[in-house]
């Protein structure tokens, strides 16, 4: 696998051009939206716990502001590279857009290993990062939210430091808070449960029954973890559910909720009693309606896409398929439902809790899971139909009405000189 193949910039214009190229979009346009409005580079230094000064690198990188403000997380990770915010930033563009969402795309990170660093040491690498950063971020300008290895107390200190800063307290800086500081019912489990809406209009689709339907899960997090304990509770077997250091599978389907207490007691999903072990790569080939990487990047690749064995592809990660294993999956005939759409049930309500922090006024969580399912379901049936009658896969569909949408705001908006 070549290192072009695995860099998520490549991926992110690859899949661009495509749906460029099959909207006919004009060259200027091209040319705005192809690459990122601004980017940001910053040297955060921290104060290690033994005294010791440390200096961290971070980014926030803006790729369209045309639809409303940036919007998107903030990822702690040894491996974050500009390039991966980039595609990132651009992969919340077009996931706004696909959900129909007043947003543009943002994506910050800093490398660090969060796994490494104690949590006073996270609290002050978080707030520097914050100033650092202050003059891009604000309700109407840029709103950051968890990614991977942040979450609800990242959230916090970035708004306490926002809101010191700015002498009043300024909760819609950011989403993905804790509920008692202005947080969302409903956000920690809406990606996963975004998933599921999606997974069971495909199921529908197919005339294939829940209850009948296997599933394998990658990554035991914020997502898969959500998403295998939502589908398990409504029926769906989860057949088996694959971190870094392996796989558990039982083919009658996992208890879940007794999984999550077998790893929160040991550590590692390993060695549970209600399964068998297997390695990371066996789990990831096992026979199954649905799979569901919901981990990281470049996952399916030129050297895996032939060996995955679902029905459907639901890709809960961002950027768990490489451009190179489109073509394979569109030849083997694998329903996909691309991550841009699979995953935007994070971010919708995000922007629910973005549009309760500014009202003031905050609702329950029956609404915010009816509203985020009435949105899935209809960017899902908008995807599918687009491709249907536009005769492309399901990503390129969900690219071409996402470019087709930004592209129409800045025609709108024109260009200021
Ligand atoms: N990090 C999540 C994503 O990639 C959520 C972003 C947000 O809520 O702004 O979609």
């Known amino acids: 696998m070549s290192m ?21 979009l004009d060259d200027g346009m091209q040319k705005i939206l192809r690459k990122p409005a601004r980017e940001l580079t910053v040297h955060i230094p921290v104060t290690l716990d033994d005294g010791r000064l440390e200096v961290f690198t971070g980014f926030r990188v803006q790729h369209s502001i045309a639809r409303g403000p940036a919007k998107g997380g903030i990822r702690y990770a040894p491996d974050v590279s500009l390039d991966e915010v980039r595609a990132l930033a651009s992969w919340m563009t077009w996931k706004c857009a696909v959900v129909g969402i007043p947003f543009g795309g943002g994506k910050g990170g800093v490398i660090c290993d ?4 104690s949590n006073l040491e996270l609290e ?20 950051p939210a968890p990614d991977m290895n942040t979450n609800e107390q990242t959230m916090a200190w970035i708004m ?3 809101s010191m800063h700015k002498r009043e307290t300024t909760t819609a800086v950011v989403t993905g808070k804790p509920f008692h500081l202005g947080g969302s019912r409903g956000r920690p489990e809406a990606t996963g449960r975004g998933c ?27 997502v898969g973890g959500m998403a295998a304990k939502l589908m398990s509770k409504i029926g ?10 392996g796989t558990v599978h039982n083919a009658n389907g996992l208890d879940i909720p007794a999984l999550a207490a077998h790893r ?43 060996k995955i064995n679902p029905k459907i592809l639901c890709e809960g990660a961002n950027g768990p398929t490489t451009a190179l294993a489109d073509q394979i999956l569109e030849d083997r005939n694998i329903f996909i439902i691309p991550d841009i759409l699979a995953n935007a049930g994070g971010v919708t309500v995000s922007y629910f809790e973005w549009v309760q922090d500014r009202q003031g006024y905050f609702w329950n969580e ?39 949408r930004v592209a129409n705001a800045i025609r709108s908006r024109g260009i200021y000189a």
């Open 196 to 222: 599921m809406t999606v997974i069971l209009q495909a199921l529908q689709k197919f005339g294939m029954k829940p209850e009948e339907t296997t599933v394998v899960v990658q990554g035991f997090g914020n």
């Open 4 to 24: 072009d193949e695995t860099n998520p910039w490549r991926n992110a214009e690859i899949r661009f051009d495509t749906a460029a190229e099959k909207l006919a």
């Open 264 to 306: 929160a007691a040991t550590g590692s999903i390993l060695d549970f009693p209600g399964g068998e072990n297997l390695t990371s790569e066996e789990g990831l080939f096992l026979k199954c309606d649905v799979l569901l990487p919901a981990a990281k990047e470049n996952v399916i690749t030129s050297q895996t896409a032939g």
């Open 114 to 117: 969060p796994n490494v660093m």
């Open 236 to 245: 769906i077997k989860i057949i088996a559910v694959i971190e870094v250091d």
């Open 124 to 143: 002050r690498l978080t707030r520097r990062y914050t100033a650092e950063i202050i003059d891009f971020i604000g309700p109407e300008k840029d709103v």
């Open 366 to 404: 029956q609404l915010v899971n009816s509203r985020l399912e009435e949105i899935m379901i209809e960017s899902f049936q908008d995807v599918v139909h687009y491709g249907e009658s536009h005769k492309v896969n399901n990503r390129t569909a969900a690219y071409m009405l996402a470019l087709d």
């Open 160 to 162: 306490d430091t926002f």
